[in-house]
């Protein structure tokens, strides 16, 4: 697959079909914000847009779907995963991209996987589409709404927000945290005060 040569009509197409409208309509806006971002930032317009395009095309699978095709995959499943199967839609989505819609490249790829849970030392990339996913404009919490001015002000410090208010609403609906969110959150903090 040739990043510049993608074909977005007809992967909007397949999209369209697998996605529920709202799931779809989601999936359109975090497209355009990440291409917004990624243009502000001097980052990979197309790595961004395909990513955005894939990130949640493993959403719609159950649970015991999505261990399933974590087994298949390789995708190591931790604890939480297990109790929470959800979070596997991020690797899980990656994996199917990759075999079923021939994204071959890496760095795309990886985009998708983090998009969730994130990871210390992200590619600009996969900080884009990960405060995308939050901020889009579809998404009309006054938190989102805040986010969405603050990054175009300060893009590191709306992705500590950003992690902060998914954090919170974890704490608020009594679910569990998966210690990565954490782990994110703080490498955003390190990364701020640098
Ligand atoms: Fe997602
Ligand atoms: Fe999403």
């Given at each position: 697959?040739?990043k510049?040569?993608?074909?977005?009509?007809?992967?909007?197409?397949?999209?369209s079909?697998?996605?529920s409208?709202?799931?779809?309509?989601?999936?359109?806006?975090?497209?355009k914000?990440s291409v917004?971002?990624?243009?502000?930032?001097?980052?990979?317009?197309?790595?961004?847009?395909?990513?955005?395009?894939?990130?949640?095309?493993?959403?719609?699978?159950?649970?015991?779907?999505?261990l399933?095709?974590?087994?298949?995959?390789?995708?190591?499943?931790?604890?939480?995963?297990?109790?929470?199967?959800?979070?596997?839609?991020?690797?899980?989505?990656?994996?199917?991209?990759?075999?079923?819609?021939?994204?071959?490249?890496?760095n795309?790829?990886?985009?998708?996987?983090?998009?969730?849970?994130?990871?210390?030392?992200?590619?600009?990339?996969e900080?884009?589409?990960?405060?995308?996913?939050?901020?889009?404009?579809?998404r009309?919490?006054?938190?989102?709404q805040?986010?969405?001015?603050?990054?175009?002000?300060?893009?590191?410090?709306?992705?500590?927000?950003?992690?902060?208010?998914?954090?919170?609403?974890?704490?608020?609906?009594?679910?569990?945290?998966?210690?990565?969110?954490?782990?994110?959150?703080?490498?955003?903090?390190?990364?701020?005060?640098?």
């Open positions: 697959m040739d510049n040569n993608f074909d977005e009509e007809k992967y909007l197409a397949i999209l079909d697998i996605l409208p709202s799931r779809f309509s989601h999936t359109v806006g975090v497209m914000k917004e971002y990624a243009k502000m930032l001097g980052a990979d317009t197309e790595t961004v847009k395909i990513a955005a395009l894939f990130h949640d095309c493993a959403k719609f699978l159950r649970p015991e779907e999505l399933e095709h974590a087994q298949r995959y390789g995708i190591e499943v931790d604890e939480y995963m297990q109790r929470t199967p959800h979070l596997l839609h991020g690797p899980v989505g990656a994996a199917l991209a990759k075999e079923k819609y021939g994204i071959d490249d890496e795309i790829l990886s985009v998708i996987e983090k998009h969730t849970l994130g990871s210390l030392d992200m590619t600009i990339e900080k884009i589409v990960f405060l995308a996913d939050y901020t889009e404009d579809g009309k919490y006054p938190s989102s805040k986010i969405r001015q603050l990054a175009k002000k300060d893009f590191p410090l709306a992705l500590i927000k950003c992690s902060d208010e998914s954090i919170k609403h974890l704490l608020a609906t009594g679910a569990y945290i998966h210690p990565q969110s954490i782990i994110t959150r703080n490498g955003f903090i390190e990364e701020y005060k640098k």
